[in-house]
């Protein structure tokens, strides 16, 4: 998979470098590459915003820089097909574990990290002729830019990748799963730490009844911390 995200602050996306997803990277899984928006401007301020038609606060991105940074990222696309472009923004649709696993699938992912107000709404207009388009929240706040919105879902998506996460067994059994529950509690040595146990089932060794009090656990986790979710489960079931 091939990752590309422009910004007007590349630097913020340095940590897309460490961990698992610089690893990945490493071994050829994933191809990152980060843009300045800024590099595709012609006077000397470099400058991307203007203040709004119609008047109101705050400055506005304007569309030319964008498409000719798009433009330079198409020209190289893998992609047999468009390429995604994803823009967070809080008025977007919401990201979560199910769009991560299908934005997974994509060969190309682009993000566009807008700040100040916005983006020209005509570029998105643009855009959809040379990209499908995702605008996409990553929470009910808002941020100052798209570029911490971009970490998030890149490495949720990343991670999704065959050969990113070592054990794939860790990705069917963490929170927000196929039955959508959240994970169980975790523990490991000392079984006694501060005056606090591990529960004995655990140190049982009888694998079917730690099965079982696993899922019993994330029943009750999700039910007392994230109804919604208990209540979509439970329309599931």
Known sequence: M?????????EYLNALNLSLLGKAQDAGLLEVNVHDLRNHTFDRH????DTPYGGGAGMVMKPE??????????ETSPAAQ?????VPTPSGEGFNQSAAYELAEAEHLVFACGRYEGIDERMFHWAR??????????????????????LAMVEAIGRLVPGVVGNPESLVEESHGDEGLLEYPVYTKPSSWRGY?????????????????????QAERTRTRRPDLWFKHQNMA
Request: no cysteine.
């Open 197 to 217: 146990e591990v529960p004995e089932i655990l140190l049982s060794g009888d694998h079917g009844k730690i099965a079982e009090w696993r899922k019993e656990q």
């Open 65 to 74: 820089p964008w498409a000719l940074a798009l433009e330079s990222v198409l």
């Open 82 to 86: 468009k390429p995604v472009l994803i």
């Open 2 to 10: 091939r990752i590309d995200v422009i910004s007007i602050f590349p």
């Open 129 to 150: 002729e040379h990209f499908w388009v995702r605008l996409m929240s990553v929470g009910d706040y808002v941020l100052n830019g798209g570029e911490v919105a971009a």
């Open 46 to 49: 470099k400058t991307v915003d």
